[in-house]
């Protein structure tokens, strides 16, 4: 291309349309050569074929011609008269003269005849079927003459052809040909080759003629000659046999392969393949000259063959050669010039053109360029003409943009520093400042003098500028803007801001990076009120979900839309099971259908039916329990639609409270009106005795004043007794019944023999009925026997009822009846126990009553009958603390029948019995003295503990803690210390080495009370005693009453039964008294006389003055009424007999229902707390 | 000066008679309200001493009796009693009697009661 520029249009046009000219013109004359060529090979062939045809055609003719000529001699008469003859004897019977000779004869001639027409024919025979064969007759070509074989030479065998062999070839009756052959004589080829065919025509006859034939055989080269003969020029002629020799070739050599046992066979050329119609050479020695070979197969197997030379083609295609190239010569020439000519044509309009466009670049834009063309060129010239005109108005405008632009810039610039928002540009290559405006420089404090052409290492932090540089890295690596997000940047006075940055890479048209531009927005006070609102939210979301109240917003619809912590609880629902729902479902069903009424209706006038303070309303709860709850409702407006809070207080449980509150009220009020109803009834009981008292009293006075004599006096005194011992049983029985009441009394339940007590419980009681003449039968059955109750409280409800019995019934029966029956209900066993009178009977409307306290059926009963009015309420008090029933029936007037019922197998108690059989004989409650103190941190073990001693009577003191004890020790020298072991700071052990080191606090007995089982190191570091929880009540008073007692220095043992008497007496001598012994009543006085005792321990069935009897002696003597007397006796005390020791014993023991070891034990601990409490 | 101890307790109408007695008093008892209604129409008595806890007809409805009796109606009646606490004097005083006097009985404060009462009569 470069080369070719240099020349010009035309030259170069000339050239290139030669070039393309000479080119197509050679490829056409080589197409159209080859084309030629291959149609005069393709006519030289189809011409050699059609050739190879008539050759084969022509041949066939002729072999036609040969087989009708045997036919005609087989079947010339001659050699069917010969047949006659030899058959019949030499003569032709036809016509009775010929002989076979003559006939042999004739055919001779006919024979010689045809050989002499046809020279090819080279032999023929006549051969006759005979057992031997016979072949009557042979002519054959010697030499260009005709000769008869002899007879001779016919019968030499070795030159026999035989009949057979003859018929072979000719089939079934017709004249057929044998395949090619080669003349031999004498079993060898007779050199010439003469190659021959041979046609057989047979002799056949109906009429019983010996089979005949004629054998004729042709040199077939007279037919191959005649057939080429005809060939042009150049031509070659080649017959081949089927296998593949040669039979016709110019070279003679060459033929008959096989039988000459050469190489030159067709099969062995490499030219020609087997099949007809095929182009290429006969032989690859002469490719030169064969141009092509056509081939006919024959029926004899035969080929014909023609080749044509190349000699003969040439000159044809050498001539229509020259032709396309002259053509083509004369073609480049014309053309060349035409084209030179157009070239130069174009050219100078197009230098026109050029010159034109120079004037453009020079500025001359007022051209008008012409050109006569309506061609290309011509449109190149009107085009250049309008873009001349083009550019200089764009010229015109650019000058115009030109002076805007420079106006915007400076607005641009104007912009750019004073956009209230952080503007800045850094280059793309090393990012240092290009732009930074004023408000960059406020925000960061930086002016842009300083920053203009530095970086941000120059400035800010490393970390800052590091984290800088790489987002700008990132954001250029990047396309478009990029949102950096919030940075931290330190202003110049040190102070942090949060820039909210955007950056975009800047690049020119080429995508070229140019520069970074920067925008960032101050949003440091945003956030910090961003944060300060999420922590808002997060602080209002603690306290809503923490608020002990439910609380609960929803929409204008009622749609709950939030639901707190606490209203989950209260409603049971979770949150999300509320949330988005309507609030209706919070609420019982009327209000439920009711609420989006009040909603609506509150939203539509503000009438504030459902805004208020504190409504109390029912709510449902998640499983469908309504319940009472305190709603508060607030209105809000969030995104100006009204919203509305719910405070939800549950009810229930203050409810609950209020109820219990009223109930509580109720039973204080029913108690305190049952108080003020028992103190009026108290103070009436207590007033009419008093009244008498009084009354007896200043009566006695005045008597006394008057002189009167101490007999006529007596009476009165003596009722004044009588009334001021009812007032003690009052009393004592109020007491009994309040003690009762408030729980105070524990069961003690222990296995006893049930008949043995009825039997005492009889005995006792019998004098009391008796006494009024009545009878008293008892029935008891012989089924009771042990039973588990406790027997003291049986023994009382027995006595009570019986002493009623006896109180009401004069002179008539008392009936008592005990046997055991089985509760079905209950499946236990039940005492039953009943007293029958015959006494006054009971009205009908005061029966309910009689149980209850002070409301004897009459008032006028206790006047005729005495008692207090409380003993049937105690009784049946006692029944019920026994898990029994009382019941009773009475017909007024005829009697009462009281019917008790109570379980005889109640629970094992480990009741303190010292306290229960004390308070059994009505005394005064025994106070030990002496504090015990309990150290025990563990604050329910303590509280047991402590709860224990305190029931025991005793004073206690507690500590929590190893530290207080033994502070509490040394303040209040307790005479005794409960101690645990495992104990924080200071343990058991510890304390008790200390206090078993101080010598003030190491008299004091210490018991351990501990789960730890290792008594030898508690005994080992001097622990009195060793107790493992958990401690049974027992166990634990019988222990420290061991300690917390001081014995009296003297005691007197007054006891008839001497065994018991020396029993007491070694076990308070064991315990360190110094003790005297009386056996009746009157050496009790005497020994008391003698010397004032501490304490007497006293019997009271004893012979001549009974314990009775002392009690009373002791009260006169102002000296002896303090001591204090324990009474240990086998008696059941009737109502008079504790009457009559009321107050003036600290103690009645009953020495039954206890062996002998206990009793002893027993009366040990009550005689020595009573000691302690009597110094 | 005939007075009716209306009085139960055995004890105490023996007592409060014989004391009664000493100081000058003629003395009729009953035992029970209907007694009482008996005796005041039997005995016509100056002055009643009403005890009110009294068996087959109480004080206060023997009072009403009393007072509903033609010719009764001023008849003085003391109730006498062991009830003592607050409300039982307005009580005594609605069934109609015109002073109370509690029990353990001051004698020398009865008497002046006595006194007062029939000296007004």
């Known amino acids: 291309m470069n080369i070719l520029t240099r020349w010009s249009t035309s030259i170069q046009l000339g050239i290139l349309v030669g070039s393309l000219v000479l080119v197509s013109s050679a490829a056409i004359g080589w197409t159209t050569y080859q084309q030629l060529n291959r149609h005069l090979v393709e006519a030289e062939l189809r011409e050699l074929h059609r050739e190879a045809e008539l050759a084969a055609a022509r041949f066939d003719d002729l072999l036609d011609d040969l087989r009708a000529n045997a036919r005609l001699l087989a079947l010339t008469p001659p050699t069917s008269g010969y047949l006659r003859a030899v058959g019949n004897d030499g003569i032709d019977p036809q016509d009775g003269t010929s002989t076979a000779s003559a006939w042999i004869s004739r055919l001779e001639t006919i024979f010689r005849r045809f050989m002499q027409e046809n020279p090819a024919y080279i032999q023929i025979r006549f051969l006759v079927r005979e057992p031997n064969g016979l072949e009557p007759l042979r002519l054959e070509a010697r030499d260009g003459e005709i000769v008869r074989i002899s007879d001779s030479e016919l019968r030499q065998k070795d030159d026999r052809y035989s009949f057979h062999d003859a018929m072979q070839v000719a089939g079934a009756g017709e004249t057929n040909l044998s395949r090619l052959g080669l003349k031999q004589e004498n079993g060898a080829a007779v050199v010439?080759?003469?190659?021959?065919?041979?046609?057989?025509?047979?002799?056949?006859?109906?009429?019983?003629?010996?089979?005949?034939?004629?054998?004729?055989?042709?040199?077939?080269?007279?037919?191959?000659?005649?057939?080429?003969?005809?060939?042009?020029?150049?031509?070659?002629?080649?017959?081949?046999?089927?296998?593949?020799?040669?039979?016709?070739?110019?070279?003679?050599?060459?033929?008959?392969?096989?039988?000459?046992?050469?190489?030159?066979?067709?099969?062995?050329?490499?030219?020609?393949?087997?099949?007809?119609?095929?182009?290429?050479?006969?032989?690859?020695?002469?490719?030169?000259?064969?141009?092509?070979?056509?081939?006919?197969?024959?029926?004899?197997?035969?080929?014909?063959?023609?080749?044509?030379?190349?000699?003969?083609?040439?000159?044809?295609?050498?001539?229509?050669?020259?032709?396309?190239?002259?053509?083509?010569?004369?073609?480049?020439?014309?053309?060349?010039?035409?084209?030179?000519?157009?070239?130069?044509?174009?050219?100078?309009?197009?230098?026109?053109?050029?010159?034109?466009?120079?004037?453009?670049?020079?500025?001359?834009?007022?051209?008008?360029?012409?050109?006569?063309?309506?061609?290309?060129?011509?449109?190149?010239?009107?085009?250049?003409?309008?873009?001349?005109?083009?550019?200089?108005?764009?010229?015109?405008?650019?000058?115009?943009?030109?002076?805007?632009?420079?106006?915007?810039?400076?607005?641009?610039?104007?912009?750019?520093?004073?956009?209230?928002?952080?503007?800045?540009?850094?280059?793309?290559?090393?990012?240092?400042?290009?732009?930074?405006?004023?408000?960059?420089?406020?925000?960061?404090?930086?002016?842009?003098?300083?920053?203009?052409?530095?970086?941000?290492?120059?400035?800010?932090?490393?970390?800052?500028?590091?984290?800088?540089?790489?987002?700008?890295?990132?954001?250029?690596?990047?396309?478009?803007?990029?949102?950096?997000?919030?940075?931290?940047v330190t202003r110049k006075d040190g102070t942090q801001r949060i820039l909210h940055t955007k950056k975009v890479a800047i690049r020119d048209d080429s995508g070229k990076l140019i520069s970074l531009l920067g925008i960032s927005e101050d949003v440091t006070d945003i956030r910090h009120a961003a944060l300060d609102v999420a922590y808002n939210e997060q602080r209002f979301r603690s306290i809503v979900d923490t608020a002990a109240e439910g609380i609960v917003t929803i929409d204008e619809h009622g749609i709950v839309l939030t639901f707190n912590q606490a209203a989950t609880q209260i409603f049971g629902y979770g949150e999300d099971e509320v949330v988005g729902h309507n609030v209706s479902m919070l609420m019982p069903d009327p209000d439920r259908s009711r609420h989006d009424g009040y909603l609506a209706n509150y939203l539509a006038s503000g009438d504030a039916k459902i805004i208020g303070v504190g409504r109390d309303v029912t709510g449902v709860r998640r499983n469908g329990t309504p319940f009472p709850m305190r709603l508060s409702i607030g209105e809000a407006s969030m995104d100006g639609r009204p919203t509305f809070t719910g405070i939800v207080h549950d009810l229930t449980a203050e409810k609950d409270n209020e109820r219990r509150l009223v109930m509580a009220m109720q039973d204080a009020e029913k108690a305190n009106r049952a108080k003020s109803d028992f103190l009026a009834t108290m103070s009436h009981e207590l007033r009419t005795p008093l009244n008498a008292i009084i009354g007896y009293s200043e009566m006695l006075v005045e008597d006394a004043e008057k002189g009167e004599s101490v007999e006529d006096l007596a009476d009165d005194l003596g009722k004044i007794r009588n009334a001021g011992r009812h007032l003690l049983g009052l009393i004592n029985d109020v007491l009994d019944l309040s003690k009762i009441e408030a729980g105070g009394v524990e069961v003690d339940v222990t296995a006893f023999s049930a008949d043995v007590l009825m039997q005492e419980v009889v005995d006792t009681i019998r004098p009391l009925i008796e006494k009024s003449g009545n009878r008293f039968d008892v029935e008891i059955g012989e089924e009771i026997s042990e039973i588990r109750t406790d027997p003291a409280r049986l023994r009382q409800i027995l006595i009570n009822l019986l002493g009623n019995a006896a109180k009401f019934t004069r002179d008539g029966i008392v009936r008592l009846t005990v046997s055991l029956r089985s509760n079905s209900a209950k499946d236990e066993r039940e005492l039953l126990i009943q007293v029958s009178d015959t006494g006054i009977g009971i009205e009908k409307q005061q029966l309910e009553r009689v149980f209850v306290a002070f409301s004897q059926a009459d008032v006028s009963t206790s006047r005729n009958y005495g008692g207090t009015g409380l003993g049937l309420a105690i009784t049946r008090?006692?029944?019920?603390?026994?898990?029994?029933?009382?019941?009773?029936?009475?017909?007024?007037?005829?009697?009462?029948?009281?019917?008790?019922?109570?379980?005889?197998?109640?629970?094992?108690?480990?009741?303190?019995?010292?306290?229960?059989?004390?308070?059994?004989?009505?005394?005064?409650?025994?106070?030990?003295?002496?504090?015990?103190?309990?150290?025990?941190?563990?604050?329910?073990?303590?509280?047991?503990?402590?709860?224990?001693?305190?029931?025991?009577?005793?004073?206690?003191?507690?500590?929590?803690?190893?530290?207080?004890?033994?502070?509490?020790?040394?303040?209040?020298?307790?005479?005794?210390?409960?101690?645990?072991?495992?104990?924080?700071?200071?343990?058991?052990?510890?304390?008790?080495?200390?206090?078993?080191?101080?010598?003030?606090?190491?008299?004091?007995?210490?018991?351990?009370?501990?789960?730890?089982?290792?008594?030898?190191?508690?005994?080992?570091?001097?622990?009195?005693?060793?107790?493992?929880?958990?401690?049974?009540?027992?166990?634990?008073?019988?222990?420290?009453s061991r300690y917390c007692t001081e014995p009296p220095c003297h005691l007197l043992i007054v006891e008839d039964d001497l065994p018991t008497q020396e029993l007491f007496s070694r076990a308070a001598q064991g315990l360190g008294w110094t003790v005297r012994t009386a056996v009746d009543g009157g050496k009790a006085l005497e020994s008391v006389k003698q010397q004032k005792p501490d304490l007497i321990m006293l019997d009271l069935m004893m012979p001549n003055l009974d314990g009775f009897d002392v009690v009373d002696a002791l009260q006169r003597n102002p000296e002896w009424h303090d001591i204090p007397v324990v009474v240990v006796t086998a008696k059941e005390l009737t109502a008079d007999d504790r009457q009559r020791l009321n107050g003036f014993v600290e103690a009645v023991v009953s020495k039954q229902e206890r062996n002998l070891d206990e009793l002893v034990n027993y009366v040990m601990d009550s005689v020595g707390r009573i000691s302690r409490d009597n110094p | 000066m005939k007075i009716l101890l209306v009085e139960d307790n055995p004890m105490n109408r023996d007592m409060l008679s014989r004391r009664l007695l000493r100081r000058g008093y003629e003395i009729v008892t009953a035992e029970d309200g209907e007694e009482a209604l008996l005796k005041v129409s039997e005995e016509n008595p100056d002055l009643v001493l009403m005890d009110l806890s009294l068996p087959v007809l109480d004080g206060w409805a023997a009072t009403r009796r009393i007072r509903s009796t033609p010719g009764m109606e001023s008849l003085p009646v003391i109730a006498l009693t062991a009830h003592a606490l607050s409300g039982d004097y307005q009580k005594a005083i609605d069934a109609g009697c015109n002073d109370y006097e509690t029990k353990p009985v001051n004698l020398d404060r009865l008497v002046t009661k006595i006194s007062k009462l029939i000296d007004d009569d």
């Open chain 1, 877 to 1040: 008090s006692f029944c019920e603390l026994l898990g029994g029933t009382i019941k009773v029936k009475s017909t007024p007037g005829k009697g009462s029948t009281f019917s008790v019922v109570l379980p005889v197998n109640l629970p094992q108690t480990d009741a303190d019995p010292v306290q229960t059989t004390v308070n059994d004989n009505g005394a005064e409650p025994l106070r030990r003295s002496g504090t015990i103190l309990v150290i025990e941190d563990d604050q329910a073990a303590r509280d047991l503990l402590v709860g224990q001693l305190r029931a025991a009577e005793w004073r206690v003191a507690e500590a929590s803690s190893g530290v207080e004890g033994l502070k509490l020790a040394r303040q209040i020298r307790p005479c005794a210390i409960v101690l645990d072991v495992i104990m924080p700071e200071l343990d058991g052990w510890a304390v008790l080495k200390i206090l078993k080191n101080d010598p003030e606090l190491s008299q004091i007995p210490v018991v351990l009370c501990t789960i730890v089982d290792d008594r030898k190191k508690g005994f080992a570091l001097g622990a009195a005693d060793y107790l493992l929880k958990p401690v049974k009540r027992q166990d634990l008073v019988a222990t420290l």
């Open chain 1, 192 to 488: 010439p080759l003469v190659p021959f065919l041979r046609a057989v025509a047979p002799v056949v006859f109906d009429d019983g003629l010996p089979p005949a034939a004629v054998v004729v055989d042709v040199a077939v080269d007279t037919f191959f000659d005649r057939v080429g003969q005809q060939n042009p020029a150049g031509r070659m002629f080649f017959v081949v046999d089927d296998a593949g020799d040669f039979v016709v070739h110019r070279d003679p050599d060459r033929r008959f392969a096989t039988e000459l046992g050469h190489g030159h066979r067709l099969a062995a050329t490499d030219a020609v393949q087997a099949t007809s119609d095929t182009f290429g050479s006969v032989d690859s020695n002469d490719k030169e000259r064969v141009v092509g070979v056509a081939r006919q197969q024959h029926a004899l197997g035969l080929s014909f063959i023609l080749s044509g030379d190349t000699d003969v083609l040439y000159p044809k295609l050498v001539e229509a050669r020259d032709e396309v190239v002259r053509t083509s010569f004369f073609i480049l020439i014309v053309t060349l010039v035409a084209t030179v000519l157009m070239a130069r044509l174009f050219a100078v309009r197009l230098r026109a053109l050029a010159r034109g466009a120079k004037e453009v670049a020079a500025g001359n834009y007022e051209l008008a360029l012409t050109d006569p063309g309506e061609d290309e060129v011509g449109e190149l010239a009107i085009a250049m003409s309008g873009m001349a005109s083009d550019i200089r108005e764009k010229i015109d405008h650019l000058k115009l943009a030109e002076q805007k632009l420079g106006e915007n810039s400076h607005l641009l610039e104007a912009f750019i520093q004073n956009a209230p928002i952080m503007i800045f540009v850094k280059d793309a290559a090393e990012l240092r400042f290009e732009q930074f405006n004023r408000a960059a420089e406020e925000i960061t404090g930086f002016s842009a003098a300083d920053m203009l052409g530095k970086n941000d290492f120059d400035f800010f932090p490393e970390e800052e500028a590091q984290h800088f540089t790489e987002m700008d890295r990132r954001v250029m690596a990047g396309k478009g803007a990029v949102v950096v997000g919030d940075e931290k």
